[in-house]
């Protein structure tokens, strides 16, 4: 599957979940439900994904872990919060450069409609 139709699907089974449960859950409920329906509409997703940082040559699992990656190519982070910060965007931008993933997208599920909790960033497009 192309990059592109993985984005409309995930963009797609994103708001129809919000739409089905609304604001207000913890963010595991959220990415319980989306990864249901993305494996629904056939892709491969994992969830809870070790994230090593490798620094100076050495490879160290301090702990970090992508909430979703979606056919091996798009990252996803889950948040529950009043508004996204710039902290949220950096923290999926280092995720993709760790990673080596192009797409990734932010998804505040705190919001009274999705569209405005969908945040997509692209790793090695200048700010």
């Given at each position: 599957m192309e990059i592109e139709e993985v984005a409309t699907a995930l963009v797609d089974a994103a708001i129809k979940v919000h739409k089905a449960l609304g604001p207000g859950l913890l963010e595991s409920a959220y990415q319980h439900c989306l990864a249901y329906e993305l494996r629904k509409r056939g892709l491969k997703l994992e969830t809870e994904v070790p994230l090593p940082i490798v620094y100076d040559g050495q490879r160290f699992d301090i702990g970090y872990r992508i909430d979703m990656l979606v056919e091996n190519s798009v990252i996803v982070e889950n948040?529950?919060?009043?508004?996204?910060?710039?902290?949220?965007?950096a923290q999926l931008l280092t995720y993709l450069k760790l990673r080596d993933c192009r797409l990734g997208f932010l998804l505040n599920w705190n919001v009274t409609l999705m569209k405005h909790g969908i945040r997509r960033k692209v790793n090695g497009l200048p700010e």
């Open positions: 948040k529950t919060v009043d508004q996204l910060a710039p902290i949220h965007e």
